[in-house]
Nanobody, 127 residues
Framework: QVHLVESGGVSVQTGGSLRLSCAAQ????????ISWFRQALGKEREWVAS????????YYRHSVKGRFTIARDNGKNAVDLQMDSLKPEDSAVYYC????????????????????WGQGTQVTVSS
């Protein structure tokens, strides 16, 4: 069992930066893919970024590539999402999630595979 807790969500202005953290209470198994998803008000939840079990293979949705960086520290049971050059369309509740179903090498963008979820942290980007 893994319990995930996100933190770091605040309100910033366009062009600003934020670092979101996802802390695992319990063993953040090194074989899990970890992903960040987000859900804007009135929209469906969407995948943002993933990191493989070793922290060597990051994956990003097109709209955040080059602006967001996902990083993982298995020793600290933590996964961070550094967000730079923020835009108003990045405003959403951000969730981290863990996928225990695969090998942890190739990460899925589909939330159906993610069994463990945090409660979410709100990011608001004002223009």
């Amino acid at each position: 069992q893994v319990h995930l807790v996100e933190s770091g969500g605040v309100s910033v202005q366009t062009g600003g930066s934020l670092r979101l953290s996802c802390a695992a209470q319990g063993d953040l198994s090194s074989r899990y893919c970890i992903s960040w998803f987000r859900q804007a008000l009135g929209k469906e939840r969407e995948w943002v970024a993933s990191i493989d079990r070793d922290g060597q293979r990051p994956y990003y949705r097109h709209s955040v590539k080059g602006r967001f960086t996902i990083a993982r520290d298995n020793g600290k049971n933590a996964v961070d999402l550094q967000m730079d050059s923020l835009k108003p369309e990045d405003s959403a509740v951000y969730y981290c999630a863990a996928d225990p179903s695969g090998s942890g090498v190739v990460c899925s963008e589909s939330e159906r595979w993610y069994e463990y979820w945090g409660q979410g942290t709100q990011v608001t980007v004002s223009s």
